[in-house]
């Protein structure tokens, strides 16, 4: 039974039995796991904050070859993100990125950029539009698992598509209008502003994506895009998105 020590950040809890905690985490080092923490609740109650939902902390377990259920001996608090927890849009934003990891990833697969993606999107969550940040953390998530949609050039023909053309979200990319009109009936136009988006998003880390100047109307065109693909791909719906559809309205966001 290896012990192994690693930076983690908190992406599901459920309580078991009358005192434990099973804990999602995704690590710095091993990719999501999931480990359980004895004696951490009283009487239902949590003790400390310091397996709370998107937490970052420190944690030692030890690693049971037998189960996927390791033994987390020891945990310390690195980072709260208390600016996270003031306001429910953040909280809801948050939710959906833990809930894409946490669905969208294998067990032991590691992936140090989505480690750091959720770390500074929890950073950055306070002062940057919701939008914008989901925008980015959808799509370097995507390419970081191996799912981004192909936008380089047209799907069917190969043919530079330089600025507006169609997505497909069936076929998963771009198209130019003839491949879109032969192959892909559930084709709809792109914009050449949102194209031009995505592509920068793909090729440019989150904090350089983050000061790129976003198309005048918005980016709902793209996160609808990016959105229906992922949803394309999943089995069921995100509970934290359909929260955020619900909110929206109240929000105004
Ligand atoms: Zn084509």
């Known amino acids: 039974m290896a ?46 904050s310091l397996y709370e939902l998107f937490s970052r902390v420190e944690i030692i377990y030890y690693e049971k070859l ?8 020891e945990g310390s608090l690195l980072e709260s993100y208390a600016s996270l927890r003031e306001d429910l849009r953040r909280i809801a934003t948050a939710s959906y990125f833990v809930e894409l990891v946490e669905e969208l990833t294998e067990f ?31 799509i370097h998530l995507l390419s970081e698992i191996g799912l981004l949609p192909f936008l380089e050039a047209c799907l069917g023909c190969e043919k530079q598509v330089p600025e507006e053309g169609f997505f497909s979200i069936r076929q998963g990319g771009l198209l130019c209008e003839d491949c ?19 592509r920068y998003f793909v090729k440019h880390d989150f904090e350089i994506s983050l000061k790129k100047s976003t198309p005048a109307y918005g980016l709902a065109p793209f996160r609808s895009i990016i959105r ?21 309205p109240v929000l105004s966001i």
Do not use: N, W
């Open 3 to 48: 012990i192994q020590k690693t930076e983690a950040i908190v992406l599901k809890t459920m309580p078991f039995r009358s005192t434990s905690l099973i804990v999602t985490f995704y690590t710095r080092e091993f990719g999501k796991i999931k480990g359980i923490v004895k004696g951490v609740r009283q009487e239902g109650e949590m003790r400390g």
């Open 66 to 73: 037998k189960s996927d259920l390791h033994l987390v001996s």
């Open 108 to 138: 032991y697969d590691p992936h140090r950029p989505i480690f750091d993606l959720l770390d500074l999107s929890f950073r950055y969550l306070a002062s940057i539009s919701f939008e914008k940040i989901a925008a980015i953390f959808e």
């Open 180 to 198: 879109a009109r032969k192959m892909a009936q559930d084709a709809k136009p792109i914009e050449a502003q949102t194209l031009a988006c995505m």
């Open 228 to 248: 229906q693909f992922i949803a394309d791909r999943h089995s069921r719906p995100f509970k934290s998105l359909q929260f955020l559809e619900k909110i929206r």
